[in-house]
């Protein structure tokens, strides 16, 4: 077997790898890059689509999916291969991403400036939509000269990493691997000894904060901001990080933790996957299921709201506190949690709560480190209100857990991660007698 990375290699978006044997050509995942790299999704994939046996896809979030659409252009004719909730959530993340670059398309022509064609569009989407297939978790299943299982990683409903073997030799790949002792999801499950691993590295560096500290700290700053009348304001991926955070802001609720107040989830792409989440209620932990068994919905807060159309997000600026706001971009790279800050940020009885990772040089850092103002819509912005992170929401293992994830192992490619980080932890692989090294784009691994 031999495995070429052709994303997420140093970076942390973009994931997509081939593995190759015998002739038989199998990627895993197809992923769009974000942030300053978005750029690179119209480049060449680096090998050519229509070659391709078979695509197997670890789990929905966009930089795991997101060029799927344009390997179908690019003359891709097979299947791609899938757990049952990541292809009920697929459409969902790709429609909003076909809507964003259709509006950036027709915000240039509105301009007068030159505007490509999109990369991909609707009748590739469709195209697509018809070669999905669902794959069981913990099954082996033949892809020509291969045998594959899917293991439960516990970083999203469904969400997977990959075995695959052949002639006695065993890949590994990870795709996201979960924070372990969360309530929401099931802690990812050990995989099996592997002659490579391919493994990401996001928290390569850090270790998270307990989980259950995480919570105090989270029920503490909602006591105190709603307590004085203030907003929280919560930017946060649609898919997951929206829901757990529903989760935990009822169970603190229901334990009389934190006030009872309204709570708007201002993001119509996290209603869609909302309304998807009972139909895949088998892929959460024993105590969602057991919620679901009980007829409550365990992601529903009582002064839960959604707000749908552009309106009813402009209307909840106008709104006194205390209330919440949960609003995408999770990397505050665009969306309406945009606007909200704009309004917000300026009122020192207000929160912002930081879930999730924020790349360099983004708005959320800057506000992480302390800007005392920043630019937003072409005018600047006070900071008033206080920015808090909360690094133990996070969907990723840290540290500690993916050291744990890989002891044993003899030989580690890293990937999905910040250069620097995967080096911290590729020093931390070593001195646990683990082969560890910083996998590149384009250049072939022998497993």
Known sequence: MRLTPYGAARTVTGSCHLLEHQGYRLLLDCGAYQGSEDDRNNEPFGFEPSSLDAVVI??????????????????????????KPTRLFLP????DSLHLMSEERDRLVRKGKEAPPLDWDEADLHELY?????VPLEQELEFGPLRLRLGTAGHLPGSAFVEATAQGKRLVFSGDLGHAHKEVL????????????LCEG??????????????????????????RGGKVFIPSFALERTQEILFYLRDLE????????????DSPMASKISEIYPSVREYFSEEVQALYRQGRDPFRPRGLKYTQSVEE???????????????????LAGGRILHHLRHGLPGPDNALVITGYQPRGGLGRLLIEGAPSVRMFSRDIPVRARTYTIGGFSGHAGQDELL??????????????????????????????????????????EV
């Open 202 to 227: 996001t928290y390569g560096d850090r270790a998270h904060r307990s989980f259950p500290e995480t919570i105090a700290e989270f029920a503490g700053i909602l006591s105190e901001t709603l307590g």
């Open 313 to 331: 997000s402009k209307a909840l600026n106008e709104l006194q506190g205390p209330l919440v706001v949960i609003a995408g971009s999770g990397m």
């Open 58 to 83: 670890s789990h929905a979030h966009h930089d795991h999916i997101g060029r799927l659409p344009l390997l179908i252009r690019r003359g891709y004719r097979g299947r791609v291969y899938l757990t």
């Open 404 to 445: 744990h994830w890989l002891k044993g192992e003899r030989r580690v490619a890293l990937v999905h991660g910040e250069a620097d980080k995967l080096e911290v932890l590729r020093q931390k692989l070593e001195q646990q007698s683990t082969g560890a090294f910083l996998a590149e784009w384009g250049k072939p691994v």
């Open 130 to 134: 018809g070669r999905l297939e669902d």
């Open 186 to 197: 099931p802690n990812p499950e050990d995989a099996a000894p592997a002659d490579l691993v």
């Open 254 to 265: 229901e334990g009389r933790h934190i006030p009872s107040v309204p709570v708007f989830v």
């Open 92 to 95: 969902v993340i790709l429609e």
